[in-house]
């Protein structure tokens, strides 16, 4: 089984409910699922910058309905993919941008969405994006099971989000006997690692008690699951990047989504045995 050392290397304030992150170039970019924003904080100085995604009155501490629910953060060449989990018709936005660009491009995803609830049998109460990345020509975008059905899977999308082409349910483990579902995936040297946490109800909507969290590994080639370890019984971790290597281990930064109002942000570092 795989060696896990999992420890926290920052805590940003001014950031609450952080969803999803992405490092590049000594850089820690955060989404929150309540704010209309895109928060870089730069390691070197401490720093912290907000560019908006979405043109709104309120553009933090978002009321649960009516928040744009941002989940899922990605990049593709120089330009970052911000999506909408789509688990209520109001959280159905997509914005692009790279970091020389004062406004977001935004596109309303809601045709793409919901065909892909037709076509593939997803009902609305059990979509709920979580996770998306670029792959061979396509996209794949992580549907967490956290809804009655229990449907975790991958769409497959094309480049200019207007079809889905495909869903492959994948099964997870439990976690102290709660169903697990995907809050990130990011692809690295060939292999998909993915997170999944359990929480105690049945709702892509709602808030249950957290039974935790596990880091696992899956092959794009066949869709299998090869690897999964519990990383935690209390954490309910969001987001997931890519940090940095060493001869024996692979290390990611984690966010963690405390559903609390503390307006901090803590970023964990996770080392896994190679």
């Given at each position: 089984?795989?060696?896990?050392?999992?420890?926290?290397?920052?805590?940003?304030?001014?950031?609450?409910?952080?969803?999803?992150?992405?490092?590049?170039?000594?850089?820690?970019?955060?989404?929150?699922d309540n704010s209309?924003?895109?928060?870089?904080?730069?390691?070197?100085?401490?720093?912290?910058?907000?560019?908006?995604?979405?043109?709104?009155?309120?553009?933090?501490?978002?009321?649960?309905?009516?928040?744009?629910?941002?989940?899922?953060?990605?990049?593709?060449?120089?330009?970052?993919?911000?999506?909408?989990?789509?688990?209520?018709?109001?959280?159905?936005?997509?914005?692009?941008?790279?970091?020389?660009?004062?406004?977001?491009?935004?596109?309303?995803?809601?045709?793409?969405?919901?065909?892909?609830?037709?076509?593939?049998?997803?009902?609305?109460?059990?979509?709920?994006?979580?996770?998306?990345?670029?792959?061979?020509?396509?996209?794949?975008?992580?549907?967490?099971?956290?809804?009655?059905?229990?449907?975790?899977?991958?769409?497959?999308?094309?480049?200019?989000?207007?079809?889905?082409?495909?869903?492959y349910p994948i099964?997870?483990?439990?976690?102290?006997?709660?169903?697990?579902?995907?809050?990130?995936a990011i692809l690295?040297?060939?292999?998909?690692?993915?997170?999944?946490?359990?929480?105690?109800?049945?709702?892509?909507?709602?808030?249950?008690?957290?039974?935790?969290?596990?880091?696992?590994?899956?092959?794009?080639?066949?869709?299998?699951?090869?690897?999964?370890?519990?990383?935690?019984?209390?954490?309910?971790?969001?987001?997931?990047?890519?940090?940095?290597?060493?001869?024996?281990?692979?290390?990611?930064?984690?966010?963690?989504?405390?559903?609390?109002?503390?307006?901090?942000?803590?970023?964990?570092?996770?080392?896994?045995?190679?």
């Amino acid at each position: 089984m795989k060696d896990l050392i999992l420890e926290i290397l920052l805590t940003i304030k001014g950031i609450g409910a952080a969803s999803g992150l992405l490092y590049t170039n000594n850089t820690v970019h955060i989404i929150s699922d309540n704010s209309n924003y895109l928060y870089s904080y730069t390691l070197t100085d401490h720093a912290l910058q907000k560019r908006p995604l979405l043109e709104a009155p309120v553009m933090e501490n978002i009321a649960k309905k009516d928040k744009a629910d941002f989940e899922a953060i990605s990049q593709k060449e120089n330009r970052f993919y911000i999506f909408g989990s789509g688990s209520t018709l109001k959280r159905t936005s997509l914005a692009t941008t790279d970091l020389s660009s004062e406004k977001a491009i935004v596109l309303n995803v809601t045709p793409l969405y919901q065909q892909l609830q037709k076509d593939f049998q997803v009902e609305q109460a059990d979509f709920n994006i979580e996770g998306a990345l670029p792959y061979a020509g396509s996209w794949w975008l992580f549907n967490r099971g956290n809804g009655p059905q229990q449907q975790n899977g991958v769409f497959i999308v094309n480049t200019d989000f207007t079809e889905g082409t495909a869903f492959y349910p994948i099964t997870l483990p439990k976690i102290n006997n709660v169903a697990t579902g995907f809050t990130d995936a990011i692809l690295h040297e060939g292999l998909i690692y993915f997170m999944a946490a359990a929480e105690d109800v049945a709702s892509n909507y709602l808030d249950g008690e957290v039974k935790g969290t596990l880091v696992g590994c899956l092959d794009p080639q066949d869709k299998s699951v090869v690897w999964t370890k519990t990383i935690s019984n209390h954490h309910k971790f969001e987001g997931l990047t890519y940090y940095e290597s060493t001869p024996n281990h692979i290390s990611f930064l984690l966010c963690e989504d405390s559903d609390d109002d503390t307006g901090e942000t803590k970023v964990y570092k996770l080392s896994i045995q190679r």
